[in-house]
């Protein structure tokens, strides 16, 4: 158990965190839809933050696989939240000022195993868990690139015989549904990750007895993570929506499309998966099947390169700031 400061200052965090990941990964839903003008950027926007937010009260599944996956709640301990949760602050605004569509789901992780083996060792990380939300995460975007080159050589089957004009014309008002079916998967499962960071927080201070997510917990995270989203992204939309290949509405609805069944799939299987891993490789199996020589793949070998350091860097960042916070009394 700890102090009701101390549990205070985990929310704050937390939900800090939340509209952090909001605005981080407002692209993940619009990008493409922005870079061919199916939505104005503000329409695009208020559209993403609308449909996170409903998407975060669709169930709670997620968040007790990242609550209970890692570390037993009722030995974490407020000083370990604290620094999970600033470090995967840290490097999300870090790698958002930089422009890199880096994953905020990789970040909360690897700042929960860091903190976690600085102030618990190692023997209090549930490695079997870890494993099974790092095999989400790996094999969520592998799923993605080959079901979006699969559904655009459907697609450039199916319309094959038909003017270029008239395909971007119908396909520009289908990108608006496709981009609300990627806002609605992307707050199903993102925001339950902080859901459950929370909800362990609460039981590990002894405010609840079992792990079950309290509605105020539920609406409280739906409602940061609409903010964020509606703060917006614009650095990571120019990557994610035009510096991979030059997308076309067709492209950019074949992408949106893969990645919102991806995504919501894992949200009913209760497995977090990175929704910035997911759609970007959809874009880039959607690219892939469009001209494999015209995705920009130096573009895409720096997004993957900050996959792998995502869940090393906030880990140790996390682990720093852990052993940092015992200079102040709070957190003696």
């Excluded at 994953?103 to 600085?118: P, Q």
Aim: aromatic residues 10%; contains cysteine; positive net charge.
């Amino acid at each position: 158990m700890f102090s009701l400061a101390l549990l205070l200052l985990v929310i704050a965090l937390a939900l800090l965190f939340d509209y952090v990941n909001g605005f981080h990964d407002t692209a993940n839903a619009i990008a493409t839809s922005v870079s061919t003008k199916a939505l104005t950027p503000r329409g695009a926007i208020m559209v993403a933050a609308g449909l996170n937010f409903l998407g975060a009260l669709s169930g709670t599944g997620v968040a007790k696989t990242i609550g209970k996956g890692l570390v037993a709640p009722e030995v974490v301990t407020g000083q370990v939240l604290v620094a999970a949760l600033s470090g995967a602050i840290f490097w999300n605004i870090f790698t958002w000022y930089s422009g890199i569509p880096s994953s905020s789901s990789h970040a909360l992780i690897g700042g929960v195993v860091g903190a976690v083996v600085a102030g618990l060792g190692f023997s209090s990380v549930n490695w079997s868990g870890f494993k099974e939300i790092l095999a989400a995460l790996i094999l969520s975007p592998v799923v993605a690139f080959t079901l979006g080159s699969v559904i655009m050589t459907i697609l450039f089957w199916i319309f094959k015989d038909t003017s270029p004009a008239k395909i971007n014309n119908n396909f520009r008002r289908l990108q608006v549904l496709s981009a609300c079916m990627a806002a609605f998967s992307h707050g199903s499962n993102d925001a339950q990750k902080t859901m459950g960071i929370i909800t362990m927080g609460l039981v590990s201070a002894g405010y609840l007895r079992s792990f079950d997510v309290p509605l105020w917990v539920i609406i409280a995270c739906a409602m940061a993570m609409a903010l964020g989203t509606a703060a917006g992204g614009w650095k990571i939309i120019r990557t994610m929506g035009g510096k991979i290949f030059r997308i076309e509405p067709i492209n950019g609805f074949a992408a949106d499309f893969t990645s919102s069944c991806v995504i919501y799939g894992a949200t009913l299987l209760h497995a977090p998966v990175s929704t910035t891993h997911v759609v970007s490789s959809s874009i880039m199996g959607v690219g892939a099947a469009k001209r494999f020589k015209g995705v920009r793949w130096g573009i895409a070998q720096q997004i993957i390169t900050a996959w792998l350091l995502t869940i090393p860097s906030s880990g140790v960042v996390s682990y720093m700031i852990y052993k940092l916070l015992g200079i102040f009394p709070l957190f003696r």
